[in-house]
């Protein structure tokens, strides 16, 4: 069994007089996507806000290799290799999809290029590159990201994530609103990121779900009612009952 890369323990947390998150606990290992899914509301999106460093739990604590990074801001954790997407796709909207790459990688930081800007370091234009030829994206490359179609921003935020080396990638929701066609080729390019890093999957399309994660943790109300291989949860009752519409 691979060791676990990120891990939740003990996480909750309270707006108001509302319990969002339930002394969560979850692991994502090496090599692995694990996927959280739940009705709307459950809180998945609240719980990824937690890990990313976007809203401050009111208690638990998460452990990215070991290392405890609860209290660190949002950049130090993407520095460390823990990046996310979003349901509403975020990009540099005013520049181009290569600019928007080339921001991507720059976030890594490699040595040789400290010492100039990032849209000159030949190194992350050699990466961008690679990333436009592997998302279908070269012909797109000068356009500026608010040009793209609501498929191709889904892959330049596929790309741009993953250009960012992650030890651990946040996936929410990166299926929404692409069509059938376009949704089976994203399924393929999270599968094959897999070999890149361990990814925690937030998605509502069970199909692409079962088909991808190696293990799924159910969210309710705030709280894992169950977590295990797709097998187990597709056939637990209380799984059947509360979410997946049939028991």
Known sequence: MSAAVLE????????????????IH?????????????????????????????????????????????????ARRVRLGLVRSYQVV????????????????GRVGFLSCLPRPVFSCR??????????AKHDLTEVAALSAAA??????????????SLMRPRVLLLDEP????????????RGRIAALREQTAILLVEHDMDAVFALADRISVLVNGAIIA???????????????????HG
């Not at 939740?8 to 002394?23: E, N, P």
């Not at 975020?90 to 990688?105: G, T």
């Not at 977590?227 to 519409?245: C, F, M, W």
Request: aromatic share 2%; proline share 3%.
């Open 8 to 23: 939740v323990r003990g996480l909750s947390k309270t707006f108001g007089g509302l319990q969002v998150s339930r002394d």
């Open 26 to 74: 979850l692991d994502v290992r090496a090599g692995e996507i694990h996927a959280l899914i739940g009705p709307n509301g459950a809180g998945k999106t609240t719980l990824i806000d937690q890990i990313a460093g976007e809203t401050r739990p009111d208690a638990g604590e998460i452990l990215l290799d070991g290392r405890a990074v609860t209290g660190m801001s949002t």
């Open 90 to 105: 975020r990009l540099f909207d005013d520049l181009s999809v290569m600019d928007n790459l080339l921001l991507a990688a």
């Open 123 to 132: 190194a992350y234009r050699e990466r961008a590159k690679a990333a436009l």
């Open 148 to 161: 793209l179609s609501h498929g191709q921003r889904r892959l330049l935020e596929l790309a741009m994530v």
């Open 175 to 186: 299926l929404a609103g692409l069509g059938p066609e376009q949704r089976q080729a994203m």
């Open 227 to 245: 977590s295990g291989d797709p097998q187990s949860i597709r056939t637990n009752v209380e799984v059947q009952k509360a979410y997946l519409g």
